[in-house]
């Protein structure tokens, strides 16, 4: 028998010099975060979209955007991601969306 070695009947392992510990089970995943849909960035109507002012409208409420001649055009708030600067007039609809085939 070794001095200072013990064996698989005391129920413990012989540590190695520069062995590593045996690791340790991963506690399990934690859920995934509820998604929340962005705030409302701009408003859109039947004849075309503009900007909101800030992103503090949630979606599906009425809004308005603006004629050239300052004239309302009622509306709801929606998100669209659009990339660069936009008016807040009324920017008419160039065609259907590319996600309706």
């Known amino acids: 028998m070794l001095v200072g070695a013990t064996t698989a009947a005391d129920g413990q392992a012989t540590k190695r010099p520069g062995s590593t510990p045996p690791s340790q089970p991963l506690p399990p995943p934690r859920p995934a975060p ?9 408003c859109t109507t039947q004849w075309g979209w503009c900007q909101l002012p800030t992103w503090s409208a949630p979606p599906g409420i009425g809004c308005a955007c603006l004629t050239a001649d300052n004239q309302e055009v009622p509306g709801t708030t929606r998100y669209f991601p659009y990339s660069g600067p936009a008016s807040p ?6 065609g259907p969306p590319s996600t309706i085939p």
């Open 34 to 42: 509820l998604l929340l849909a962005p705030p409302a960035n701009i």
């Open 89 to 94: 007039y009324l920017q008419p609809h160039s």
